[in-house]
């Protein structure tokens, strides 16, 4: 009888883990040319206007092009295969403990844990904003550390953001607002809309350019805004198209429409300029003139850093606005997705698909940061919106699916160094992969695991949970202190040296990732929430 009740009750939990067995038949092989995309650019009303509510009307994405195949490996569920998962999840909650407890002890309220030298660091000297409690606020609620969570609340109620000093705005946006944001969606508590929407009013000053388009710093107490001097009055994309998730949601949980209007004037004005020719968008835009930078440092075009989460967030707000944001369909769907096959989608020597880098009318140059890797679950999460058919064969069948998946492979590869971290950027040659000279470092990033996450929530393929189990225990041979976790110098190298530092990111996004890869899939469901791109999740709505 108890084994019976055990079967019983081990049969609900891997439903949950896992969802419906698939027929587990290869995707098909066949390719596709990459195709243009329509030049019309008639869009429906904006989110926010009187008739955002009605749906936009779009037809499905045309093929872009088939990239290599992936093996399916979707299984029958087993008991052991859940208890196996639910020890992972375990392991990775006691590694957030580790972590999360060794900051306590020596920096509790401070931004961010030093392990090694047992110090902390501030964004502002002498004033601690306790970012990595709020950052870790919503991986303790997941992970039913609600004593934790009730101890940092208390904490924060006598946090004031009244400093007269300047900040990140996109730092401080996607970490504190976001993470704000998210603590009150998941506990209901108040005080958290009520701290989120101080934030958010201290971060408005910095869309008050000529443009519009925000500025890279804000005083949070004066309101001050500024770019930084080195940068000639420009901003990068990433910095100004990585507002609108937190925004949005703000408007739309407090009623209070400033914010999604200062953020959507971004998207809109990005989206009025005269793009190259390829259709992509540079990463340095002036501020104060709204258009693009005219030298060749400011023309790159890049998913990785001052490029990658702007594209990411055309699809999430398109995805969080329960699909009713019409010019972020247009977009992502029709402008940027294509381009991006037809101009930065490449494969080495060895087949492994990645996004080179665009460097003007010198082309592309062959090489990959680890921040990239977010777009192998971006390209998985947005082609799987557009599916009629939920089936993993069908999201494999599709072309902008199998390139996501595709880049999440390469990344895996990329792991495969001396101590099974990836390095902070990769070049590809002739011999295949490798960690650039000078880039071989690893900050604890998740940009990985968070693709693994998606593709198994979205494929039930077991691989990703496998190439995530990898990871963890790469990080906890090579990573992990008596006082907490530090990055590491050089991956390639079998003895490491520890950079003492424990990036706050590490528990909002790393840990996190992980635990939902072994955590049941009705957790956090990626039908009714989207994760901003610090990993906070935000439940969708449909503007009014």
Not at 166 to 185: D, K, M, P
Not at 199 to 206: E, H, M, S, T, V
Not at 212 to 241: D, F
């Amino acid at each position: 009888c108890v084994l019976l009740l055990l079967v019983l009750i081990a049969g609900s939990i891997l439903l949950a883990l896992i969802g419906p067995a698939h027929d587990s038949s290869p995707a098909p092989k066949e390719f596709s040319e990459a195709y243009n995309p329509p030049q019309d650019k008639t869009d429906g009303p904006e989110v926010g206007s009187a008739s955002s509510q009605d749906r936009a009307v779009t037809e499905p994405p045309k093929p872009i092009v088939h990239v290599l195949d992936s093996p399916l490996s979707v299984l029958e569920p087993t008991l052991e295969h859940a208890v196996e998962m639910k020890r992972r999840a375990d392991a990775v909650r006691e590694a957030f403990l580790h972590a999360y407890g060794s900051y306590k002890k020596v920096a509790w309220g401070k931004d961010e844990l030093k392990p090694i030298s047992k110090k902390h660091h501030n964004w502002i000297t002498g004033h601690p904003l306790a970012l990595t409690v709020i950052d870790s606020l919503d991986t303790m609620f997941l992970m039913g550390l609600h004593d934790e969570f009730r101890e940092a609340t208390e904490l924060l109620r006598s946090l004031s953001f009244n400093i007269d000093r300047s900040v990140s705005v996109f730092e401080s946006n996607i970490r504190i607002l976001g993470g704000l944001l998210s603590a009150y969606q998941l506990s209901e508590d108040p005080f958290y809309l009520v701290a989120a929407k101080d934030f958010g009013d201290r971060l408005l000053p910095a869309f008050r350019s000529k443009s519009g388009l925000p500025v890279a710093t804000v005083n949070l107490a004066s309101g001050s805004s500024s770019n930084p001097s080195w940068n000639q009055n420009r901003n990068a994309l990433s910095e100004m198209g990585t507002l609108q998730v937190e925004m949005f949601t703000l408007s739309h949980l407090t009623g209070d429409n400033r914010y999604a209007t200062a953020a959507a004037n971004v998207i809109r004005t990005l989206d009025q300029l005269e793009k190259p020719s390829h259709g992509l968008y540079p990463i340095l835009v002036d501020t104060d003139s709204g258009q693009f930078g005219r030298d060749s440092s400011a023309k790159r075009i890049t998913y990785g850093a001052l490029g990658d989460s702007f594209y990411e967030y055309l699809v999430k707000v398109w995805l969080l606005t329960n699909e009713t944001a019409p010019r972020y369909h247009r977009m992502y769907y029709d402008e940027v997705v294509p381009a991006t096959v037809a101009t930065l989608v490449k494969q080495d020597a060895n087949g492994l698909t990645y996004l080179a880098e665009y460097l003007d009318q010198r082309g592309t140059k062959d090489k990959m940061d680890h921040l990239v890797c977010f777009a192998g679950g971006m390209f998985a999460l947005g082609a799987a919106a557009q599916l009629d058919s939920p089936s993993p064969e069908a999201r494999l069948a599709n072309d902008a699916f199998r390139l996501g998946a595709e880049i999440t492979r390469t990344c895996h590869e990329g792991h495969r160094t001396a101590t099974g971290l990836p390095p902070e950027i990769w070049h590809f040659d002739a011999a295949g992969i490798k960690p650039a000279s000078g880039a071989k470092h690893y900050l604890l990033r998740p940009e990985t695991v968070e693709s693994y996450f998606i593709l198994y929530r979205l494929t039930g393929d077991r691989k990703y949970q496998d190439w995530g189990w990898e990871l963890f225990e790469a990080i906890e041979r090579h990573c992990r202190l008596e006082g907490g976790y530090s990055g590491v110098r050089d991956v390639t190298e079998d003895r490491v040296h520890h950079d003492d530092f424990q990036q706050s990111f590490f528990l909002a996004e790393t840990l996190k990732y992980l635990y939902l890869l072994y955590a049941p899939a009705d957790l956090v469901p990626l039908k009714e929430w989207v994760f901003n791109t610090e990993a906070h999740p935000q439940r969708r709505f449909t503007p009014e």
